[in-house]
């Protein structure tokens, strides 16, 4: 076995026949690891080679290598000291599945969201050359990632300057759930041009033949390279002022060994475009790359429950099946926020705009303009790029834009960069915007029902995962229910689907100890349930929410008892303002006194 032994610097000393045997136990430990730990498949499997013959060619860490896709990071992490360790990937206190600086010398940034590898290695190669330092700075971008407005405007600059990095293009054309658009068209041009392929395999014939030595070789290769110019005249990268080499095939090591090194010996920016496959090495991956894309622990997981994604999908089709004025929007994420089937059974209107959420926002607010109902469904992290859009083009127009945000709250394993705890904060400043938080699959039902008829700026929120076992509090408009009535001094306020179960877990601890307590279901944290608030006067209220406190549902609460004049005894429960780093959803909890237990506790030292 090599992998239990070897080092990025010794990678240099392996055969080609070495480094395909490295590139097969790799496989092998990535997918021994996810089926166990849960975690990106596909993507990383399909990076494999790539991932060894860049260890190959450069000098790591002190050349610079920046994951656009930091997902597909797995091989890297297993070739730079954390093969012992790589069982713990995603784990409490185990590695993280993206890169973290932190963690290694070797991993340069924290990449979690696409599209800006390119614009992190552009700055880090003008600040190399402002010290006057010598290193490669190379920047692995995704296919779907040329679909971001930064990952273009990156590519823009850097064609209008001199300073040198490396972009690797990783071209498996699949985004989580397949590439589309222009961009994605034009790749395709590039993969499949006909004619430079027969001219360059005439050529490789030739000079396999009568031309011998390096510098006749090199010269060649010039040759080579003005054909395929004149060719492929108009291509991409060209017109952004990038040299541009390829396509290349990602797994085949003698290709990618001679051109990484072509590139790393250029004294101009480059553009070196290889061809994977996702899910290489795992036949059910490579079928299936979007349902592997990333999955969850495989071993015990038993018969798999509805997720809120899955409600959400269910009804938004449905509901579309008697409204043709329904449209879904998504921002490549078709399958993680359970808009496959609408995708198929409506097709004219689902609309997947590749990874650009900025975009989505605005396009959908031309949507709504043109008199149909838009539906965007995105993860509470991603929406975060369309903040200046929600603001300009949707709220400040007050158009009827639904966004369905997903994974709202905690999120596990994926970590500080997915977590979605940060959206109470940054929509509650909103001026003319209505944010639902159902709490539970059947309010969050009603509520989707209810929106198809709403005239002004929506959000509608609820967590990642498997429904909770169903309460018995229903969606009521801008309403306020109680789950548990005890007429009690203590009241508990949880806001959405996910803190409205452990606050009636809680409860039911507490009334085990003879302590009786309220708990409302928060449905609606904009505008606020304000005849309920008031009715609090002179009670105990404690408020849940799986948010970061500043400027989250508690703070507007005491802003509301403070202006109103309403005496209480106030108690906020929030994540404190930090970065939450990956564990299980029920790790994470626990860890930052949100788990039932935890409610339960802090009520009881409350009355003490």
């Known amino acids: 076995m090599i992998l239990d032994k070897i080092t990025s610097s010794e990678i240099k000393n392996l055969t080609i026949p070495k480094l395909y045997q490295l590139a097969r136990e790799i496989r092998r430990e990535i997918i021994d690891t996810v089926i166990t730990n849960g975690g990106h498949l596909s993507g990383n499997l399909g990076v494999v080679e790539l991932t060894i013959a860049l260890h190959y060619v450069f000098d790591f860490p002190k050349d610079k290598l920046i994951f656009d896709v930091g997902h597909q990071c797995y091989t890297h992490k297993l070739l730079t000291g954390r093969y012992e360790r790589f069982k713990t990937l995603r784990k409490k206190d185990g590695i993280s599945g993206f890169p973290k600086k932190s963690e290694s010398k070797y991993d340069v940034f924290d990449s979690g969201h696409s599209g800006n ?30 679909t971001t407005g930064m990952c273009l405007e990156a590519l823009n600059d850097a064609g209008a300057n001199p300073t040198k990095q490396i972009v690797i293009l990783n071209d498996n ?7 589309v658009g222009a961009v994605s068209a034009s790749l395709t041009k590039l993969r499949t ?31 080579k390279n003005s054909f395929k110019y004149m060719l492929m005249r108009g291509v991409f990268f060209e017109e952004f002022g990038l040299k541009y080499l390829g396509p290349i095939d990602g797994h085949n090591f003698k290709e990618l060994i001679e051109y990484l090194t072509l590139a790393k010996n250029e004294t101009e920016s480059i553009v ?6 996702k899910g290489k090495g795992c036949v059910e991956a490579e079928e299936n790359p979007g349902k592997y894309h990333g999955i969850s622990p495989l071993i015990n997981s038993g018969i798999k429950a509805k997720s809120y994604s899955d409600i959400f999908g269910e009804t938004l089709t449905e509901l579309a099946e008697k409204d043709e004025k329904i449209v ?116 969050l039902k009603e509520a989707l029902i209810w929106s ?54 809680a409860a039911f601890i507490l009334a085990e100890k003879g302590i009786q307590t309220d708990v409302v279901c928060v449905n609606c944290i904009k505008p606020l349930d304000k005849e309920l608030l008031l009715s609090l006067k002179n009670k105990t209220v404690v408020t849940i929410e799986d948010n970061v406190e500043d400027g989250g549902f508690g703070s507007v609460v005491n802003d509301f008892f403070c202006k109103n004049r309403i005496k209480t005894d106030l108690h906020i429960l929030a994540l404190k303002n930090t970065f939450v780093t990956h564990a299980t959803v029920n790790e994470t909890l626990e860890a930052n006194g949100l788990s039932a237990k935890n409610i339960a506790e802090y009520v009881k030292n409350i009355i003490n």
């Open 117 to 146: 590898s390119a614009s992190v290695g552009l700055g880090l190669a003008r600040a190399r050359d402002l010290a006057g330092e010598k290193f490669e700075v190379i920047s692995l971008v995704g296919d779907a990632s040329l």
């Open 173 to 179: 054309n699949m985004s989580i759930a397949g590439n």
């Open 193 to 223: 041009k006909s004619t430079y392929k027969r001219i360059k395999r005439k050529l490789v014939s030739i000079v396999s033949k009568h031309v011998k030595g390096p510098e006749t070789i090199s010269k060649f290769k010039r040759v």
């Open 272 to 277: 070196l475009h290889v061809i994977t496959r």
């Open 452 to 505: 198809k008829d709403y005239d002004k700026p929506l959000i509608i929120k609820y967590p990642r995962g498997a429904c909770e076992p169903q309460n018995k509090v229903r969606f009521i408009p801008y309403k306020w229910c109680h789950l548990i009535d005890a007429d009690s001094k203590i009241v508990i306020l949880s806001v959405g689907a996910s803190m409205s179960a452990e606050a009636e877990k």
């Open 328 to 443: 879904a929007v998504t921002a490549a994420m078709r399958d993680g926020t359970g808009l496959t089937r609408f995708a198929k059974e409506h097709r004219d209107r689902f609309f997947d705009v590749g990874i650009a959420e900025e975009h989505a926002v605005t396009m959908s607010a031309g949507l709504a303009l043109g008199g149909y109902k838009p539906y965007f469904a995105v993860y509470s992290s991603f929406l975060q790029r369309g903040y200046d859009q929600l603001i300009e083009d949707v709220a400040l127009q007050g158009l009827p834009v639904r966004i369905c945000v997903d994974r709202s709250g905690i999120v596990g394993s994926d970590g500080e960069t997915h977590q979605g705890i940060y959206d109470n904060g940054y929509l509650n400043t909103i001026p003319d915007l209505t944010i639902l938080t159902p709490c539970g699959k059947d309010a």
